[in-house]
């Protein structure tokens, strides 16, 4: 479908920018803009670990499949038990960890039992050895023992044909560890995402050439390839596209085929060399909105073919910031996750004096620590221009200031969101 939003209103940022688009609703649009990606494959459950269950798991067996002690001691039959005082119990022999004592426990015998051997038929009830008294074939327990103490009933961490695991989970080492409990050897998931990206810019020169007036070198891709490395997709790096319209042309068909999104940077501004728009445009749909955000204000989204296209701003902390907030939840949903797509915040006590005009939403680079348990401080992580790409490196958080917000004063509280280990 296509849709275009020009906001033509001059606009600077020191005014309230009304006319723009909110940072939520285009997160919304974006969201709703892209769907999973059909694929899948089946892997050994190590090599799925991070990737994203394409299979709802419903468990064949029950974990654990029988009935065991928690603790190394003596299996009884709890009715045996003496209510006061103490009583001696003929101990036959010992259920070990994988070689059970099979037969069944006759009334008033104690089994010695180890920490996960299985229960011997009859007993309901196992006491700590450290509660006992042993004397060569026997054993002594006294009182102020429970029915069913020290028990791990079989099926009870899970149970056969109880759904374990939903399709679009992202496989974390817990999980590849309960795939394993279940004896499932492999699993099926999503295949990876593929997503190429480059840069646009008659300025750029790749690292290891000299600079010549006027040009400096591509940070852009390389910032994107980390991000993206962040994530477990398919990365094309596809160069540094010149601003002529053809080559821009042809740059866009070259991704579309080979991949299922697109990532730009540069040439979404409303410059002479700027064609990105006109040729999404032309190729596919494009929806191109100025977003009441600061940086990273001019972001283009749209679809070339099967594949999803995002026009990121060229300026260095723009194009992080616009990945973080807009593309990589929208990659997360393409590439099949459920669960939660944003990343978390939280609250933190600011430490330095914070500027900010009212008007649009700021991602204000941060410093994000804990002086002390439970307790978060952030500051500034210095100059905040959208072409100061230290003060990413410096960061590890987004401090989230809201259209109306004029400033913080050191002191006052507010919302923050960690990036490290994200992006
Ligand atoms: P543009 O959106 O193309 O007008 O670019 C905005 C600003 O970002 C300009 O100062 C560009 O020189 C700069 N820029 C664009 N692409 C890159 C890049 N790949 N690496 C570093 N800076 C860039
Ligand atoms: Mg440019």
Redesign the pocket.
């Known amino acids: 479908m296509q849709e275009t939003e020009i906001n033509n209103q001059p606009s600077c940022e020191d005014e309230l920018n009304t006319g723009l688009l909110s940072v939520t609703e285009a997160q919304a649009r974006i969201l709703e803009g892209v769907s999973r990606i059909t694929g899948t494959e089946t892997l050994p459950v190590r090599e799925a670990l991070g990737r994203i269950l394409a299979e709802d798991i419903v468990s064949p067996i029950d974990v654990p499949s029988h009935t065991n002690s928690a603790m190394d001691g003596y299996a009884v039959r709890a009715a045996d038990l003496p209510d006061k005082g103490v009583r001696e119990f003929p101990v036959p022999g010992t259920s070990w960890a994988g070689r059970p004592w099979l037969a069944p426990i006759e009334p008033g015998q104690a089994v010695q039992i180890m920490t996960g051997g299985m229960m011997p038929e009859g007993a309901d009830t196992v006491v700590m050895q450290e509660q006992v008294e042993r004397e060569g074939d026997t054993v002594r327990i006294g009182s102020g023992h429970h029915s069913g103490q020290n028990v791990r009933a079989a099926g009870e961490d899970l149970a056969t044909g109880q759904q374990v695991f939903t399709a679009g989970k992202q496989l974390t080492a817990a999980d590849i560890g309960v795939l394993a409990s279940l004896g499932l050897g492999e699993v099926c998931v999503f295949r990876r995402l593929k997503v190429a990206f480059f ?3 008659d ?2 020169r790749s690292v290891g050439q000299p600079l010549g007036p006027g040009e ?8 994107l390839y980390g991000m993206l490395k962040k994530l477990d997709v398919e990365i094309i790096d596809m160069g ?1 596209v010149r ?1 002529r319209r053809e080559l821009v042309e042809r740059a866009f068909r070259d991704a579309a085929d080979v991949a299922d999104a697109i990532i730009t ?5 409303v ?1 002479e ?2 064609y990105v728009k006109e040729t999404l445009e032309k190729l596919g749909n494009m929806s191109f909105w100025k977003i009441a955000m600061k940086p990273g204000r ?1 972001v283009t989204f749209g679809h070339i073919n099967g594949a999803v296209f995002f026009g990121l ?4 902390v ?2 992080m910031v616009t990945y973080f907030q807009f593309v990589r939840p929208a990659l997360l949903k393409m590439a099949g996750e459920t669960g939660s797509l944003g990343a978390y915040t939280l609250r933190a006590r600011v430490t330095t004096a914070l500027r900010k005009r009212p008007g649009r939403y700021e991602f204000q680079r941060g410093v994000l620590e804990q002086p002390a348990p439970g307790e978060f401080t952030v500051r500034s992580a210095g100059a905040q221009g ?2 100061i ?1 230290r003060s990413m490196s410096e960061a590890n958080c987004f401090i989230l200031l809201d259209p109306t917000s004029t400033g913080v004063e050191p002191g006052e509280e507010v919302e923050v969101q960690p990036f490290q280990n994200l992006i």
Not at 265 to 269: E, P
Not at 313 to 316: A, T, V
């Open positions: 840069s646009t810019g300025e750029l400096i070198y591509d940070s852009n891709r390389y910032s540094v601003d940077s540069g040439g979404v501004s410059g060399a700027d001019p701003p060229g300026n260095p723009s194009v959208s072409g790409l």
